[in-house]
């Protein structure tokens, strides 16, 4: 995994990867950050219910899954997640492809796949 400032800042790997998520995807669920960055599902759950009791992300339920996104009503979100996005910004190319290698999002309808 690559390592940031956000990890030195929140005091693990967890934390910088759930915030790093959060900001590409815009929403996360624990299973799905957990994969991507190779973390234990207890230590990112454990940091979702962190930042959801602090008031900086929220979650909903989709069926059996519990979905966390950016709180819009909070201003602690809105300086996290700018801080985040100075950190997602410094990343190379090559390390975001790494990172996020899997699509979230369905591909357009008539979008060409360009490999």
Known sequence: ?????LQDLFGGKAAEAVLLSLFHHGEAYGRAVARDFGVSLDGVQKQLDRFE???AIVCKRQGRT????WNPKSRV???LRDLTGVIYDGLSLEAKQVLFTERRQPRAKDKPVIR
Do not use: F, K, N
């Not at 519990?66 to 996104?69: A, E, G, I, R, T």
């Open 77 to 79: 979100a809105s300086r």
């Open 53 to 55: 009791r602090s008031g």
């Open 66 to 69: 519990l979905v966390y996104s």
């Open 1 to 5: 995994m690559i390592s940031t400032a």
